[in-house]
């Protein structure tokens, strides 16, 4: 999308604007980072999977009525979405423990947790996107009580409706990364589901092998990367003929 102006150059995404100032132009590259970007290779069409499978998870959690950023993919690497200011807080659900939780608290990776835990991690790569609290939260105003209470629900109901989907498909969902951002609806403002939700920001073991399917292929040099995302999307009923 040379002709549109570039708002921002991520990780694994590029932002650009579009003649509508509410929308974006999101375009998935295929870089791999791990480790706050200690840890970077170039996958070929990474970026082409996960545009297909995040368009169909926002669009299954959009019939599941959880508001999000997806308005349509427009080709191979580019969804256009609503224009939203990011709340600067990765949300991070767990079901089981893995990654670096299992460091934190010294639990096996595996163990499934009594309840579903909900984490915040500030946006920040400079200081590794510290662990915060809700306190955190209010104190440096990232969000107010309110709003924290709204992303914990819709965390929760998002966790739900992406356990069911992925259990129909003999996928255990282990945990997510997520973020949410403000959009102005009339006079209110309205808090919707944003970024992406690809095998890069999911754990997800394969019920029977419990062979990993996402993103730890990469942090964990198991190879295998591009088959996995291949074997998610697949199962999720996506077509991959074009690629
Ligand atoms: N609907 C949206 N409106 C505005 N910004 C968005 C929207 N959806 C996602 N973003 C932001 O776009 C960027 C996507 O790029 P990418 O994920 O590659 O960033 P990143 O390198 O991971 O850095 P970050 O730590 O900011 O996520 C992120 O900063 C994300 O917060
Ligand atoms: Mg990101």
């Known amino acids: 999308m040379s002709e549109n102006k570039i708002l921002y150059e991520g990780k694994a995404k590029q932002l650009f604007a579009t003649e509508n100032e509410f929308e974006l132009i999101q375009f998935f590259k295929d870089d791999a980072t791990a480790f706050n970007k200690k840890k970077h290779e170039i996958i070929n069409s990474k970026g082409v999977l996960n545009n297909l499978i995040s368009e169909n998870i926002f669009k299954y959690l959009g019939s599941k009525n959880i508001p999000n950023h997806f308005i349509k993919r427009l080709n191979e690497r580019e969804q256009l979405i609503k224009k939203v200011e990011i709340i600067p807080i990765e949300v991070v659900v767990r079901n089981i423990a893995a990654g670096t939780f299992t460091q934190r608290f010294g639990i096996e990776e595996g163990k499934k947790l009594p309840e579903t835990l909900i984490e915040f991690n500030l946006k920040d790569d ?36 992406l356990t069911e989907l992925f259990n129909s498909i003999d996928i255990l969902l282990v945990d997510f990364k997520i973020e949410f951002g403000r959009t102005q609806s009339g006079n209110t403002k309205e808090i919707i589901l944003a970024d992406e939700i690809s095998p890069d920001s999911c754990r997800l073991w394969d019920k029977k092998s419990n062979e990993k399917l996402d993103k730890d292929r990469f942090r964990r040099n198991l190879g295998g990367l591009i088959e996995a995302y ?6 999720l009923g996506i077509d991959l003929s074009s690629i």
Not at 230 to 235: C, D, F, G, I, Y
């Open 126 to 161: 400079e200081h590794d996107d510290p662990l915060i609290s809700d306190e955190h939260i209010k104190v440096f105003k990232w969000a107010n009580q309110l709003e924290i209470n709204e992303i914990k629900l819709k965390a929760l109901s998002i966790n739900n409706h």
């Open 230 to 235: 291949k074997e998610v999307a697949t199962r």
